[in-house]
């Protein structure tokens, strides 16, 4: 089992950052990739963002690339995503979840998840 809890959520305004922190305990965090996926209101949940278990390989959704990054502290279980130049379509309760498969993008294929964190940006 591996537990994940994010936090860092809250509300912005328009163009602002945020941090997001996903910390994770249970089993060797290092052996798992690491996603982000975000729910907007009456919406599907949508990949957000996946980096590989050392880091080396990072993956974005089109439309948070050159504005979201991806990052793992593996000494510390944490999973980072920084997120400038924020717009009201990112507002959307943010989830972390861990995976011990080579693909990136399809929720089905991550074990384990956070209860999530929301966003919100007002324009």
């Known amino acids: 089992q591996v537990q994940l809890v994010e936090s860092g959520g809250g509300l912005v305004q328009a163009g602002g950052s945020l941090r997001l922190s996903c910390a994770a305990s249970?089993?060797?965090?290092?052996?798992?990739?690491m996603g982000w996926f975000r729910r907007a209101p009456g919406k599907e949940r949508e990949f957000v963002s996946r980096i590989s278990w050392n880091g080396g390989n990072t993956y974005y959704v089109d439309s948070v690339k050159g504005r979201f990054t991806i990052s793992r502290d593996n000494a510390k279980n944490t999973v980072y995503l920084q997120m400038n130049s924020l717009k009201p379509e990112d507002t959307a309760v943010y989830y972390c979840?861990?995976?011990?498969?080579?693909?990136?993008?399809?929720?089905?294929?991550?074990?384990?998840w956070g209860q999530g964190t929301q966003v919100t940006v007002s324009s």
């Open positions: 979840a861990a995976t011990r498969s080579r693909s990136a993008y399809a929720p089905s294929v991550y074990d384990y």
């Open positions: 249970g089993r060797t965090f290092s052996n798992y990739a």
